[in-house]
Structure formats: C-alpha cells, structure tokens
Nanobody, 113 residues
Framework: QVQLVESGGGLVQAGGSLRLSCVVS????????MAWFRQAPGKQREFVAH???????SHADSVKGRFTISRDNAKNTVYLQMNSLKPEDTAVYYC???????WGQGTQVTVSS
C-alpha cells in the first residue's frame, strides 16, 4: 500500500520560511505527478502546486513567486519550499499522489502576524 509521510510544519512569523517534506513509498515520486494541497480553518481544501515525472511544475496564483515544489527521486521525496510566508498561508498542508486518493497525514503550518 502507498505510504506518504510528511514533516516540516510548524509555527513561523510572517516573512519567514519553512520547507515541507513528503516521503513516499516505492518509486511513486519518480513515476507520478505529486501535489500539495492546503486547507485553512473554515475553508475547502485547495490546490497549491504539483510536479510531474518530467519535472514540469505548476503553482497556484496565491503562492507563485513565494512557494516552490521540487522532488528528489533518489530519496522518494517531494518538497514544498515556502518563503515570504503570510498569515493567510496558515493551513494544514497535505501531499498527494495526483489523480489518486493517496494522501499524506497533513502537517500544520501556522504563520503569525
């Protein structure tokens, strides 16, 4: 069964940075499109970014220029580098094997104003 293990969330002041990691079982990261989503309190889950097996990336308009998705195939890991964090980025962040129902457990990111 596909396993996704996330880490890197925490509390940070506005303007700070965090890097989220998601380690995925097998060769999923190298062979599939991986994605990050987030869900803020009282809001629906929304798309943040994805990266496909060829390295093509896409980022939501709300995070373009601040967040960067990447992967390390040798480590079976997908990353989300988050810079210039804003209070509105506060949410639970989830990694996902795109176009599947395989999700990580979620990691809390809290940005103080």
């Amino acid at each position: 069964q596909v396993q996704l293990v996330e880490s890197g969330g925490g509390l940070v002041q506005a303007g700070g940075s965090l890097r989220l990691s998601c380690v995925v079982s097998g060769s999923i990261v190298s062979r599939n499109t991986m994605a990050w989503f987030r869900q803020a309190p009282g809001k629906q889950r929304e798309f943040v970014a994805h990266i496909n097996s060829g390295g093509y990336t896409s980022h939501a308009d709300s995070v373009k220029g601040r967040f960067t998705i990447s992967r390390d195939n040798a480590k079976n890991t997908v990353y989300l580098q988050m810079n210039s964090l804003k209070p509105e980025d506060t949410a639970v962040y989830y990694c996902k094997v795109f176009n599947t129902n395989y999700w990580g457990q979620g990691t809390q990111v809290t940005v103080s104003s």
